[in-house]
């Protein structure tokens, strides 16, 4: 990564290379803008971005990925508009770190990602954590901080209103643990896995047109609940304080399909607090059932999922080892996550695939999903991953 870097921007001084993760979540979809409970572990997919400082006062940014690259004079990027591609990402933290008054000086920034795009694992959170990183260069953040700035960036620029589930575990993922993350009060706990189960994600290699229309509609339709209920209960300021049965005395109030989606909310908290306690005691079994009651909740009454996912998710359920499925991230495509017992890996992808491939032409990616650390400046250059350029050459 080093010599593309050098190749692309000419010999410069110090080249620091900063790495964001992707994740998975395994318990607590679309509760994290209800101000809810979420489960996501870190992966060793990530974000790599290399920089060293610009001599002529542009930022300039090379996506090896994209093969593409941008360029701004570094005193209009407070103005710049979002130009609807990757680089309103970088654009995006660039902005926030500006106005919470960190000092964004002119870079060279080469960015390499392992974490497919549109794969709901998160390869947005990852370049916005690892470019903020970058461009922040050593200056002081504290780490909840940081991932809201890069949350920012996606709801005040890229114009997502998403939940900061994703920037959160980025940030502060943990090697051999998941994260339990309050998003209410920002706080999260490490949850330790049982021994004996292997963590895997599968990709449906689609992402359907609706998924960004449709996430902005469940927000509002969950604050339309929330507004519902709080004319019965004023204290409530979000899904988050929604008991089942407060639910179900305000259900009459609201139209059904809002019902529909707080009930979704309401029981998936719940599953994620039955999920850690499931964990601590070890009981796999209990914890991929509620994988399974999260799947079916997201399908039918958030109405997230589609046709690949669901037959991803009924496939896995079918085969032996297996403890349970769900579609995991925002939906309408991207991944599922799959409990299996340990040894099961290589039956799992090949009669996966096997039966993606014959029912949508398909072949899906399968991925390990082993929790990572949380981003941080790369010490280590061996970690980083060969690049396209790279590999294509060997
Ligand atoms: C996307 C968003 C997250 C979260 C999930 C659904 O990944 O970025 O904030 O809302 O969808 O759980």
Redesign the pocket.
């Known amino acids: 990564m080093i010599e593309t870097f050098r190749e692309r921007y000419g010999e410069t001084a110090a080249i620091r290379v900063f790495r964001a993760p992707g994740r998975v979540?395994l318990i607590g979809?679309?509760?994290?803008?209800n101000m809810g409970f979420?489960l996501p572990i870190a992966l060793e997919l990530a974000c790599f971005v290399a920089s060293a400082d610009s001599p002529d006062g542009h930022l300039r940014v090379y996506s090896e990925e994209k093969h593409e690259s941008r360029e701004w004079p570094v005193a209009d990027i407070a103005r710049l508009r979002p130009s609807g591609d990757w680089s309103d990402y970088v654009i995006g933290v660039a902005q926030e770190l500006i106005r919470a008054n960190y000092r964004v000086a002119a870079k060279l920034l080469l960015i390499r990602s392992t974490v497919p795009e549109g794969s709901?694992l998160?390869s947005s959170?990852a370049l916005e954590v690892s470019s903020a990183l970058a461009l922040l260069a050593g200056q002081k953040i504290e780490a909840v901080r940081l991932a809201q700035l890069c949350q920012g960036a996606e709801v005040r620029f890229v114009g997502l209103p998403?939940?900061?589930?994703?920037q959160y575990v980025s940030v502060m993922g943990r090697k051999n643990a998941a994260l339990r993350i309050d998003c209410r009060s920002l706080e999260s706990e490490a949850v330790e896995l049982p021994q004996g189960i292997e963590i895997v994600a599968v990709n449906t290699m689609v992402k359907h047109a609706l998924a960004q229309s449709a996430?902005k509609e469940r927000t509002e339709e969950c604050a339309a609940a929330a507004d519902a209920i709080r004319r019965l209960e004023p204290a409530v300021q979000s899904l988050h304080d929604v008991s089942i049965s407060l639910l179900e005395a305000a259900a009459p109030s609201m139209p059904n399909v809002i019902a529909r989606r707080a009930r979704h909310v309401v029981t998936e908290n719940e599953r994620v607090e039955l999920f850690v306690k499931a964990a601590r005691r070890t009981d796999v079994e209990r914890m991929g059932q509620l994988l399974a009651e999260s799947h079916t909740s997201l399908q039918h009454d958030y109405e997230v999922s589609c046709a690949e996912l669901d037959f991803l998710v009924d496939t896995a359920a079918g085969m032996d080892g297996v403890l349970g499925a769900r579609m995991t991230?925002?939906g309408f495509g991207g991944c599922t996550v799959n409990l299996l017992r340990a040894g099961l890996r290589e039956r799992f992808q090949r009669v996966i695939s096997e039966a993606y491939q014959e029912r949508f032409g398909i072949t899906p990616q399968v991925f390990d999903c082993r929790p990572s650390e949380g981003a941080g400046e790369v010490k280590n250059l061996e970690r980083i991953p060969p690049g396209a350029a790279l590999s294509q050459q060997t």
């Open positions: 979540n979809e679309h509760t994290d803008y979420v709901g998160s959170a998403v939940g900061i589930m994703d996430y991230g925002g």
